[in-house]
T-cell receptor
Framework: DAKTTQPTSMDCAEGRAANLPCNHS???????VYWYRQIHSQGPQYIIH???NNETNEMASLIITEDRKSSTLILPHATLRDTAVYYC??????????????FGGGTRLMVKP | DAGVIQSPRHEVTEMGQEVTLRCKPI?????LFWYRQTMMRGLELLIY????????DSGMPEDRFSAKMPNASFSTLKIQPSEPRDSAVYFC?????????????FGSGTRLTVV
C-alpha cells in the first residue's frame, strides 16, 4: 500500500471548515483513499473513502486531486467533538489476500471555541 | 447492532501473569483484526482472521502472544507471561467481505497495564 504524508497537527475554530490535507504521491491506480479518525480513548472510526471522484457523506467531504497524488478531508462546520487524530490511508480494498489497514501518524486536529 | 464488543475495558495485572483479552465482532462480519496502540509505535496490526482462520500473524511481537477465534462470534488475545512493555491499548476490529467500502469497525479497546 502507498505511503501517505499528513501534517502532525492542525487547529480549527469551532464552526469553521476544517481542511485536512494528505499527500499520497505514489498511489497506484487501484488504490482507494480512506479516512478514519480516533477520538481520545476510543477506537478508530471510519469517515469516508474514494477512488478518484469527490465524495460526500453526512460526516465529511473528500476532495481528490485529478492526478490523485493528494486529497483533502473537509469537515464543513467543525465542532469541539471533532477534536481527534485523523488518519489518511491508501489501500486496495481486497477480500481474499487480506485487506489490512495500516495506520501512520495522522493529523491531530484541535477544534477551539 | 451493538458494534464490536471488547472486554474488559481496563486490565491491570502483575508481570508474569496471564492476560486474556476478548472480542465479539459484528454479526456477519468475516474478518477480525487485533491491533495494539502505544504512544511510541502508534497503531500496529498484530493478527487477523478470515472466517475464523488466522491469515497473517506476522505482527505478533513474540511467542508470548497468541490469538484464537473458535467461532465467528468470539476471539481472544492471550499474553503469557505478561511484561510491563506489553502495556498498551488493544483494539479489535471487524469487517465484511463484499461491503462497498471494506471499512473496519473498531471496538472501544482494552487498556492493559502490566506492573
Amino acid at each position: 500500500d502507498a505511503k501517505t504524508t499528513q501534517p502532525t497537527s492542525m487547529d480549527c475554530a469551532e464552526g469553521r471548515a476544517a481542511n485536512l490535507p494528505c499527500n499520497h504521491s505514489t498511489i497506484s491506480g487501484n488504490e482507494y483513499v480512506y479516512w478514519y479518525r480516533q477520538i481520545h480513548s476510543q477506537g478508530p472510526q471510519y469517515i469516508i473513502h474514494g477512488l478518484k471522484n469527490n465524495e460526500t457523506n453526512e460526516m465529511a467531504s473528500l476532495i481528490i486531486t485529478e492526478d490523485r497524488k493528494s486529497s483533502t478531508l473537509i469537515l464543513p462546520h467543525a465542532t469541539l467533538r471533532d477534536t481527534a487524530v485523523y488518519y489518511c490511508i491508501v489501500r486496495v480494498p481486497r477480500n481474499n489476500a487480506g485487506n489490512m489497514l495500516t495506520f501512520g501518524g495522522g493529523t491531530r486536529l484541535m477544534v477551539k471555541p | 447492532d451493538a458494534g464490536v464488543i471488547q472486554s474488559p475495558r481496563h486490565e491491570v495485572t502483575e508481570m508474569g501473569q496471564e492476560v486474556t483479552l476478548r472480542c465479539k465482532p459484528i454479526s456477519g462480519h468475516d474478518y477480525l483484526f487485533w491491533y495494539r496502540q502505544t504512544m511510541m509505535r502508534g497503531l500496529e496490526l498484530l493478527i487477523y482472521f478470515n472466517n475464523n482462520v488466522p491469515i497473517d500473524d506476522s505482527g505478533m511481537p513474540e511467542d508470548r502472544f497468541s490469538a484464537k477465534m473458535p467461532n465467528a462470534s468470539f476471539s481472544t488475545l492471550k499474553i503469557q507471561p505478561s511484561e510491563p512493555r506489553d502495556s498498551a491499548v488493544y483494539f479489535c476490529a471487524s469487517s465484511k467481505t463484499g461491503t462497498a467500502n471494506y471499512g473496519y469497525t473498531f471496538g472501544s479497546g482494552t487498556r492493559l497495564t502490566v506492573v
